[in-house]
């Protein structure tokens, strides 16, 4: 399926901000920890069946949906008595790119635009990954919702952000999978929001955004 809206014009970009666990790299790595691993060991733990650990996880994840806490390892570990990074670290073997997502930042790295990452992942998860796939020497900067205390989906984290790497946001590209976190990028002014349309490679793309969608880079840059 192409993109929903004619790809824009990049010599009007100076700035491409992106999220990584569900836009450049697969999600199935962390939805395969969060639903299944978490949800046993805590099982184990607490000596209760998977369904009844799930559900009790699952309630106090809805009770956090959207804080700085839903992303927090640390508050994951105290909430549950698990070393949320080692059962993250167990898994290390499912982390992967998505799609086209190594090719896109080959392109980036030596063009004219400088690349961000802009992330809620939680800096434990960003070691993993970074000592896994060197995500740190592919891109410009890495700025976590944890440096800011507030996650993607409050305008708070976009100002912190505009503070520290100066970015206009009349000349800045932002991708990401969340609707929430892409609709709070639009509300401070971002000139291209873009949907990644399937994050997780082992699930059916996510409901359509309202915002422009891709499933591969090259949709919207010049691939060669």
Same mark, same amino acid.
């Given at each position: 399926?192409?993109?929903?809206?004619?790809?824009? &014009?990049?010599?009007?970009? &100076?700035?491409?901000?992106?999220?990584?666990?569900?836009? @450049?790299? *697969?999600?199935?790595?962390? /939805?395969? #920890?969060?639903?299944?691993?978490? %949800?046993?060991?805590?099982?184990?733990?607490?000596? =209760?069946?998977? !369904?009844?650990?799930?559900?009790? @996880?699952?309630?106090?994840?809805?009770?956090?949906?959207?804080?700085?806490?839903?992303?927090?390892?640390?508050?994951?570990?105290?909430?549950?008595?698990?070393?949320?990074?080692? =059962?993250?670290?167990?898994?290390?073997?499912?982390?992967?790119?998505?799609?086209?997502?190594?090719?896109?930042?080959?392109? =980036?790295?030596?063009?004219?635009?400088? $690349?961000?990452?802009?992330?809620? $992942?939680?800096? /434990?998860?960003?070691?993993?990954?970074?000592?896994?796939?060197?995500?740190?020497?592919?891109?410009?900067?890495?700025?976590?919702?944890?440096?800011?205390?507030?996650?993607?989906?409050?305008?708070?984290?976009?100002?912190? @952000?505009? /503070?520290?790497?100066?970015? *206009? !946001?009349?000349?800045?590209?932002? @991708?990401? &999978?969340?609707?929430?976190?892409? /609709?709070?990028?639009?509300?401070?002014?971002?000139?291209?929001?873009?949907? #990644?349309?399937? %994050?997780?490679?082992?699930?059916?793309?996510? %409901?359509?955004?309202?915002?422009?969608?891709?499933?591969?880079?090259?949709?919207?840059?010049?691939?060669?």
């Amino acid at each position: 399926m192409p993109a929903t809206k004619t790809a824009f &014009d990049w010599q009007q970009i &100076d700035t491409v901000l992106l999220d990584i666990d569900g836009t @450049l790299l *697969d999600l199935h790595y962390d /939805n395969f #920890v969060w639903d299944k691993v978490v %949800p046993e060991a805590y099982a184990r733990l607490k000596q =209760l069946s998977y !369904p009844e650990a799930k559900e009790q @996880l699952f309630a106090q994840m809805r009770q956090v949906h959207g804080t700085i806490d839903f992303y927090s390892f640390d508050f994951w570990k105290e909430q549950t008595g698990l070393d949320i990074t080692d =059962l993250h670290r167990q898994q290390s073997q499912l982390i992967g790119f998505r799609a086209d997502a190594e090719a896109f930042l080959d392109w =980036l790295k030596p063009s004219a635009h400088e $690349a961000i990452i802009a992330t809620n $992942a939680d800096h /434990n998860s960003l070691r993993i990954k970074d000592n896994l796939i060197g995500l740190s020497q592919r891109v410009d900067q890495i700025y976590s919702s944890q440096d800011f205390g507030s996650p993607k989906e409050h305008q708070n984290f976009w100002r912190q @952000l505009q /503070n520290h790497c100066g970015f *206009d !946001p009349k000349r800045t590209l932002f @991708l990401d &999978d969340t609707e929430r976190v892409l /609709n709070a990028a639009a509300e401070f002014g971002i000139r291209e929001v873009w949907h #990644v349309r399937t %994050p997780d490679s082992q699930r059916a793309p996510r %409901p359509e955004s309202i915002h422009p969608s891709l499933d591969q880079f090259h949709e919207i840059y010049p691939a060669t």
